[in-house]
């Protein structure tokens, strides 16, 4: 699963500035939302932008700050995974750079890494059950004025993922998502609709 649908959307991600930045929309819009709607409001927003009825609160913010600066965002994306640093480096460099976008914490942060580079990963409510992971992981502000806090913190998390692994987290959270919901016909469509939706293909 990992290693079909993770890998191209990893490349679609590198390809663009408006590819990217519908990655991570796509990952902001699924923020408290069952995932088998995520398709639907992205195709909702590419019709109606800023108008949109699925950009609320945070999801806003998010979709103005890529509108004016996906480009930049995608040049210091680039740099970080065309740089002969480490992936241990890179995560945690992209993880900053993730953290900069309105709405992004953490754990989504960690997703847009996984999304994009095959790095870190998403520690939701699933697997916070799943792993047995404490919540207060999980959690950030950018507006510490402690940066050796933050830094911890971001590198906590990082550790946290790559320890049970990125493409283990992928795997097991769409196996799980599966059981959840007879609409899913196993955890391989749960991980293929991540493409289908980015294509804008109907799960």
Known sequence: MYDIHAVNIQK???ESPENLADVILMVVLSIQQDWRSVGKQIQDVKEHGAESRFL???KAKTYKYLAARKNFLFSQFLAVINSNKTDGDKALSLMKIFLQVPGLGLVKAGFCCQLTAGLVGCIDLHNIRLYGISENHLKISMKLKNKELIRQKINNYVSICHNIGTEK????WCDHLSTKNKFWRDGFHVSEVHEQYLLGESA
Do not use: V
């Open 12 to 14: 679609f991600s590198k």
């Open 56 to 58: 609320w609160g945070n």
């Open 169 to 172: 987290l992928w795997n097991n």
